[in-house]
């Protein structure tokens, strides 16, 4: 049981190129969330998804957009990646048991230069 | 809109007890948690707050006031691994998301 993961945990862009971030749950949880984290700034919700094939706008989208083709994957996308996007990455899952218990990946660094 | 406010630091020595408050500003409100997060990795949970009153476990406890909008976390018997950043969050849209504190920076010295 790997819990949530992440993929890549590192990553350096320039200005304009296009990535995407890989997240991945083995608990079967139907809700789950990205985020950014920047210094002072505390955890932004960027887009999140309460199932497969679902996704809603966050505190903070433009510039991102997301997939959720299956239940257990969340694909998080810059099409044209500016500086303002470097931030640390994190993914989160959580299940409908009444817990509010978020499950946090180990984050993805992302420079863009 | 949405609002938490917490302190941005604490300091305390080993042993002490600290107190972190969080007040929140929300529509409509369906429950207060914490997050503990070390330097470099990943939030971790900590408690859940749904009804007004205290929740304990082990050397922590989470507080929550529905009609003050307020809630805290107590740390008892504080550790050195206990330096940490401390994140109160509350579920918005329906429930199904978390807006997040901006953190406060708690350090623990000898």
């Known amino acids: 049981n790997a819990g949530v993961t992440q993929t890549p945990k590192f990553r350096v862009l320039k200005t304009g190129q296009s990535m995407t971030l890989l997240c991945a749950q083995d608990?079967?949880?139907?809700?789950m969330y990205w985020y950014r984290q920047d210094p002072g700034m505390g955890l932004r919700l960027i887009h999140y998804?309460?199932?497969?094939?679902?996704?809603a706008k966050g505190e903070v989208p433009d510039g991102y957009n997301v997939s959720r083709l299956k239940k257990q994957n969340f694909l998080l996308g810059l099409e044209s990646a500016a500086p303002s996007q470097t931030s640390v990455y994190f993914c989160?899952?959580?299940?409908?048991?009444?817990?509010?218990?978020?499950?946090f990946g180990p984050g993805t660094r992302l420079t863009v230069l | 809109g949405q609002s938490l406010e917490q302190p941005s630091e604490v300091t305390a020595v080993e042993g002490a007890i600290v107190q972190i408050n969080c007040t929140y500003q929300?529509?409509?409100?369906?429950?207060l948690s914490w997050y503990q997060q070390h330097d470099g990795g990943a939030p971790t949970f900590l408690s859940y707050?749904?009804?007004?009153g205290l929740e304990e476990t082990g050397r922590f406890s989470s507080f929550l006031s529905r009609s003050d909008s307020y809630g805290y976390l107590l740390l008892q018997e504080l550790q050195m691994k206990d330096s940490a950043s401390y994140f109160c969050?509350?579920?918005?849209?329906?429930?199904?998301?978390?807006?997040f504190g901006k953190g406060t920076t708690l350090s623990v010295s000898s």
């Open positions: 998804s309460v199932g497969e094939g679902t996704t």
């Open positions: 969050a509350v579920a918005y849209q329906a429930g199904t998301a978390l807006i």
């Open positions: 608990m079967n949880h139907e809700y």
């Open positions: 929300t529509s409509g409100f369906y429950g």
């Open positions: 707050n749904a009804l007004d």
């Open positions: 989160a899952s959580r299940a409908t048991d009444g817990t509010d218990t978020q499950y």
